[in-house]
């Protein structure tokens, strides 16, 4: 998401819509997604024109503030006013002028070998739709999700927490919808909170929320929020959270002696974002690829929690500590868990049905699994943390033979 530099967090847990008669969400159904139109060809037509001509005069506006216009800023044509409809982006302002949603189709390079959205394609699309509603703000600077104040104080956003629950996987091809919106975090700091949901019928796939601080760029120190920034953006704040959590898990930390290590790990030129600090996708990816391709065959991750500590470069060499819990070191091995489903044939034993898991309970696995990560670079002494994680899993659906 923008930069991550800090300690953050971000959740994401599924559940239900709550404003399926919002005007701007009716008028999102009258927009072409991609390339599929939903209304007559002429008022899709209207639409764009009146979108087209907003976005034009706000060019000009920004012209005639400036004096010019930069080829870049010509090809960005980022909006100097608030935008309510973005056409292009399937995107619209809801919850009273504040919030954002987007409408996004999971594409074929977005997800796994089981046609579902991957972990690391999930966290790409939060991240986008939060960049795209400072951009429908006209708070947008020349930064990385940077507002015009920010950007006269040298300041960037970085994340610090995250964290991140999935009831359900969006599959290829499945048209979604995402809601982002921003609130106070302290004095200093800004959460923002994300739900994604299925268009076709409103289930609710997860839900995140986030946290996040600024850092002057050239001292890569936190700072304290302007008053000129808490000025632009308070307007736009929400009492709403996506999940609540009264007391955050508390993320231990791992040494040398953990189960698993992965050692001299590089970042690549293509990790790097904006910032030019390594993308927290990235973290993600190192953290789930040390964990045994037995177990990840075989579970899907249900949550994660990040814990942001320091900004990794494209000099850091990385390490990746992972530590199992008791329950995931005997489910490693093979063996079965208390809560596992026996079965016979392929199908669950009658005292199993009579326990009330039957064949409905959607997985044959009750209990979730955890593990917890360290990612760590080599300092001059010892080593730094990057980031603590805590991921959770759950037995993946079984296919039943009835032949």
């Known amino acids: 998401m923008a930069s991550l530099c800090c300690p953050a967090s971000c959740s994401i847990r599924c559940s239900n819509r709550d404003h399926p008669h919002d005007p701007n969400k009716q008028k999102l159904n009258n927009i072409k997604v991609h390339g599929t139109s939903t209304m007559p060809t002429a008022k899709v037509d209207l639409l764009s024109q009146t979108v087209g001509a907003a976005t034009a005069l706000t060019s000009v506006s920004s012209i005639a503030e400036n004096g010019h216009i930069t080829k870049e800023q010509l090809r960005q044509n980022i909006p100097t006013k608030k935008q309510f409809v973005d056409p ?4 619209l302002i809801v919850e ?28 790409n699309l939060l991240q986008e739709t939060a960049l795209n509603h400072v951009w429908m703000s006209g708070l947008l600077g020349n930064g990385f999700g940077a507002t015009h104040g920010m950007m006269r104080n040298n300041l960037i956003w970085v994340v610090s927490r995250m964290q991140v629950q999935l009831d359900y996987y969006p599959i290829w091809g499945e048209v979604v919808e995402i809601d982002t919106w921003v609130g106070a975090s302290g004095k200093n700091g800004m959460r923002r909170d994300w739900l994604i949901r299925s268009h076709a019928t409103g289930q609710i796939f997860a839900r995140a929320t986030s946290t996040w601080v600024m850092m002057n760029q ?14 632009e953006i308070s307007p736009w704040f929400i009492e ?56 990840l065959e075989s579970h899907q991750l249900s949550s994660i929690i990040l814990e942001y500590r320091r900004e990794c470069g494209s000099s850091d060499i990385v390490q990746s500590l992972c530590e199992p819990d008791e329950a995931a070191i005997l489910n490693e091995g093979g063996q079965q868990q208390p809560n596992e489903i026996k079965l016979l ?59």
């Open 88 to 91: 292009y982006r399937q995107g």
């Open 345 to 403: 044939n392929g199908f669950p034993m009658a005292s199993e049905i009579l326990d009330g898991h039957g064949l409905l309970n959607g997985s044959f696995h009750k209990g979730t699994l955890g593990y917890t990560h360290v990612l760590q670079t080599k300092g001059d002494r010892k080593y730094e943390e990057i980031v603590r994680g805590r991921t959770k899993w759950r037995t993946k659906h079984s296919a039943i033979s009835f032949t």
């Open 96 to 123: 009273g002028g504040v919030g954002y949603s987007q409408t996004v189709v999971i594409r074929s390079y977005e997800v796994g070998p089981d046609k579902t959205a991957t972990l690391e394609s999930i966290l």
């Open 240 to 295: 709403k959270q996506a999940i609540k959590e009264d007391v955050p898990e508390k993320i231990v930390k791992l040494d040398d002696k953990a189960k698993y290590v992965n050692s001299n790990l590089k970042p690549k030129r293509s990790d790097l974002d904006m910032n030019h600090h390594v993308n927290n996708v990235k973290y993600v990816r190192w953290m789930l690829e040390t964990i045994p391709d037995q177990f």
């Open 218 to 231: 050239q001292t890569r120190r936190l700072s304290k929020m302007p008053e000129e920034v808490r000025a």
